[in-house]
């Protein structure tokens, strides 16, 4: 009996010695695989990152300029940044991971969406692949490859934190669809790529909250895709127009019910410039602004994501209420100043 259950306990000693040796073996598997996945994309990925300086208008060519990161889309010198990287730039810079330099020209630039393409004349340059950031799963593995405070080719990664956040860009207009990370940005990283385990690029690193630790933001590339043709053809992103100023108000509940209103929000609309389309539709100030083409609106947000080229020309039934009573008028967009 005593020899029994001596070897029972011997037993159990080798097993749980053996368990031990497996779980390190695997956190090692696990490490390995982990460390493989941000080594091979960044073997990949990091000859197509570069280096943006930038020389502001009025800044003497002295002074040191500001610089930002950017990532090669095409062989033939097209490379994709933040549209904050480089506005209002007199001259910019390119520098590849080679240390080879270029000048760069800016093909385009959407403020709306912090987008920007420039060019450089260099042939047979490594480009990056794209992804699709509507793919993206919390929790999913990301790495950021850029050049915070000018140290060049640097690697941070980290996870999605969320998808389907909203960040609004300079001009005041809401960019949808941001990926929120915990990888590591810093000044100087705005315009890099954010990559997958696969080395598709799925959102360009634009923006950190100072104040917060482990909270940075990507523009996706999904985005990218839609204006980086923009870019090419006009230098621009073509949205329609319309010509009034407004703000999201709560309405009254009782006329919410007797209209039969979707919402309890509506645009009061502050102001309407002269010779717009607004103001040739007879919209006027103190309107509120409840639907458009039957799509209900509830904030200045609303109507700008229905304002795309495609509605510029087109007639729109703008549902508002004026008075207590509903109406309806009919503006057809012009292009965006």
């Not at 390190?24 to 091979?40: G, K, M, R, T």
Request: aromatic share 4%; hydrophobic share 40%; no cysteine.
């Amino acid at each position: 009996m005593d020899h029994i259950l001596e070897v029972v306990a011997d037993s159990r000693g080798v097993a749980a010695q053996g368990d031990a040796e497996r779980s390190a073996f695997d956190d090692q598997e696990l490490l390995d695989a982990y460390s493989h996945a941000v080594v091979s994309v960044v073997d990949h990925v990091g000859p197509s990152v570069v280096s943006i300086r930038t020389q502001a208008r009025g800044q003497p060519q002295a002074r040191p300029g500001a610089a930002g990161s950017g990532f090669v889309i095409s062989s033939d010198g097209y490379v994709l940044t933040n549209s904050h990287v480089v506005h209002e730039a007199r001259s910019l810079e390119v520098s590849l991971t080679d240390g080879r330099r270029f000048a760069a020209t800016l093909v385009g630039e959407d403020p709306g969406t912090d987008l920007a393409l420039v060019q450089i004349d260099a042939p047979a340059l490594p480009a990056v692949r794209l992804g699709q950031s509507a793919r993206l799963r919390v929790g999913q593995l990301v790495i950021a490859i850029g050049n915070p405070f000018e140290f060049q080719s640097t690697v941070s990664a980290g996870v999605v934190s969320a998808t389907g956040r909203s960040l609004r860009s300079t001009t005041g207009r809401l960019i949808d669809g941001i990926i929120q990370t915990d990888v590591a940005l810093n000044p100087g990283n705005s315009g890099g790529p954010l990559v997958d385990s696969r080395g598709r690029v799925v959102g360009i690193n634009t923006a950190v909250f100072a104040m917060a630790q482990g909270i940075s933001f990507a523009v996706p590339i999904d985005t990218a895709t839609i204006v980086i043709p923009q870019l090419l053809a006009h230098g621009r992103v073509v949205r329609g127009y319309l010509g009034f100023g407004g703000q999201s108000r709560p309405l009254d509940r009782r006329m919410v019910r007797a209209l039969g209103l979707a919402h309890e929000r509506a645009i009061e609309i502050t102001g309407v410039e002269p010779g717009t389309p607004a103001a040739g539709a007879g919209l006027r100030e103190g309107d509120h602004v409840v639907a458009i083409d039957e799509r209900p609106v509830q904030t200045v947000d609303d109507v700008h994501r229905l304002l795309g080229a495609d509605a510029i020309g087109r007639p729109l039934r703008i549902g508002i209420v004026r008075g207590g009573r509903p109406l309806e008028v009919q503006v057809v967009p012009a292009e965006g100043r």
